[in-house]
């Protein structure tokens, strides 16, 4: 054997090897970028837990994703954190404290002696918190919501510190979860928990949504303010395609006075989308919300069942087609120094929701170019990409035979969103002009008129089942605060006494 290795190395000519090698150095040295840091926000206990033999979400993607993510060597590009659970407490910030306590007691064994009819198929959901086939309840499931929130709220946390310009959590995104029910997969909502968070510091957040349901629970959270924009693209199809919400025309609330009117986008589309159609809608959209809302920070849910060949999904994206969001929204944030918060979300052919997030990963990090499209030789569970062959980019474009959406289609969404943008910031040209961040006196001044236009809009708000109250109640706490109010109370609060105020 030991003269077999003998003579095959002999054999190869030495700079075929060396090229090999130097090819292998160059394509792996993965250094942080330039001019701005990404953190990297996961922690491995969320790795564990299982939805059940049938259920389509497989927490195995998040292993895949991460086997990925570090075969190609691209955590040298970031910051890593592994982050807390959050506690009961943490959570109660937005979801309701009887769900929470439901959600922290139950398990498969007691949730049946606790509630019989749940013994039976439930069909989508059941009347229970929203548990039954769905949602299920599963051993750790109140440790599985926990680790996966505490990675978004700790990377919203690292943004509004300064440590962190791009902040990456695949394992949260859970956008279907309201107040006080579980719905479609999702059972605590991070996003809404870490969208909160930057409130403290951000006036305006957009949250922009492309997985393939749409971004209800988000959207739900903060229908009643103009502290949040919600854009989400997504499959529409009221009758057969979950959730049944989000068509073009549901823009905000419908009272005049309510500050969230027109602070909604829904996109909604046709099976078959493709990556051109999908990319011209998108930056048509989000160029026209950047340049008139003008939000101070981003967050994206990256949900990958709206690649092709996605089990519950319908689209034709491709990896590439897919990470052009994240390519526009790193491009816009860096280049305008504003933070990013990146979060995962569905996708439910785990190897592609892999692929699709290792990909953005190297967006994130400007690596892109550096990755070698053939997986890397030496990671773990290289064998569950085989189906495709071994390349971060397989042809999954050409899935669904037919683009149902027309042209048509894609003109008609693009005029309501023009038309609906004019009447935010008092009715804005219709070309929406850029405006230039050089311009820090009018910015100045705009910031100034924006808080005097929310104090004054809060005051009024109504609250659609939402984080509205809870937003407005911060805002007001953190004005007492500013005015010394309430200086010295703050330190010893908690965060639920925070929210219901300490003598409740
Ligand atoms: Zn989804």
């Known amino acids: 054997m030991a003269q077999d290795i003998v003579e095959e190395y002999n054999d190869r000519p030495t700079f075929t090897y060396s090229a090999k090698l130097d090819n292998e150095i160059r394509n792996n040295a993965i250094d942080k970028p330039k001019g701005y840091r990404v953190s990297w ?37 970031m910051d890593l954190y592994s982050p807390p659970a959050l506690t009961k407490e943490d959570i109660a910030a937005f979801h309701k404290e009887d769900y929470v306590d439901f959600l922290s007691v139950a398990t498969p064994k007691n949730i049946v002696e606790m509630y019989p009819e749940l013994a039976q198929p439930t069909g989508y959901s059941s009347s229970v918190y929203g548990v039954g086939d769905d949602c299920p309840i599963f051993d750790g499931l109140f440790e599985y919501c926990s680790y996966y929130s505490g990675a978004s709220v700790d990377a919203a946390r690292k943004l509004i510190s300064g440590q ?6 695949w394992t949260g995104g859970l956008h279907h979860a309201k107040k006080g029910e579980a719905s479609g997969f999702c ?39 103009d502290r949040v924009f919600c854009v989400s693209f997504h499959k529409y199809d009221r009758e057969v395609f979950f959730p049944g919400t989000g068509p073009l025309d549901s823009t905000g609330p ?28 998108f930056d048509t959209v989000i160029g026209a919300v950047t340049r008139t809302y003008d939000p101070s ?67 994130a990090i400007g690596a892109a170019d550096k990755i070698d499209s053939i997986l890397p030789e030496d990671m773990p569970h290289r064998e569950a990409f085989r189906k495709e062959g071994m ?79 809870l937003i407005a109640q911060r805002s007001r706490r953190k004005e007492l605060e500013r005015t010394g109010l309430m200086a010295g109370n703050i330190g010893n609060m908690k965060t639920s006494e925070f929210m219901t105020g300490p003598t409740s």
Not at 164 to 169: C, H, P, Q, R, T
Not at 305 to 327: E, T
Request: with cysteine; charged share 25%.
């Open 164 to 169: 962190s310009d791009v902040a990456l959590n």
């Open 41 to 77: 926000h996961h922690n491995p206990a969320v790795e564990k837990y299982h939805f059940g033999q049938l259920h389509p979400m497989k927490v195995w993607r998040l292993t895949l994703t991460k086997s990925l993510i570090m075969g190609y060597n691209m955590h040298h590009g």
């Open 254 to 281: 419908m009272h005049p006075e309510n500050p969230g009117r027109n602070h909604t986008i829904n996109v909604p589309l046709n099976d078959g989308i493709t990556d051109q159609d999908y990319a011209f809608l």
């Open 391 to 469: 390349t971060l980019f397989p042809n999954l474009g050409g899935w669904k035979t037919q683009n149902l959406n027309t042209r048509a289609d894609i003109e008609r969404i693009i005029r309501s969103v023009s038309e609906q943008l004019r009447y935010i910031r008092g009715a804005p040209s219709v070309q929406m002009n850029w405006i230039p961040r050089e311009i820090d006196t009018w910015r100045e001044e705009a910031e100034r008129e924006h808080q005097a236009r929310r104090m004054e809009k809060e005051e009024k708000m109504e609250d659609r089942d939402g984080a509205g109250g």
């Open 297 to 363: 920070v981003i967050v994206l849910q990256c949900g990958a069942d709206s690649l092709g060949h996605d089990r519950l999904g319908c689209f034709n994206l491709n990896i590439k087609g897919h990470g052009h969001c994240v390519q526009f929204c790193t491009d816009y944030c860096t280049k305008y120094k504003k933070p990013l918060l990146v979060l995962g979300g569905g996708g439910y052919t785990p190897r592609n929701v892999a692929r699709a997030w290792a990909h953005e990963t190297s967006i």
């Open 187 to 225: 059972y605590i909502n991070d996003i809404v928990l870490a969208i909160l968070e930057l409130l403290y510091h951000h006036p305006r957040v957009l949250y922009i949504d492309i997985d393939v349901h749409h971004g209800d629970g988000v959207e739900q959270a903060f229908w009643s303010t």
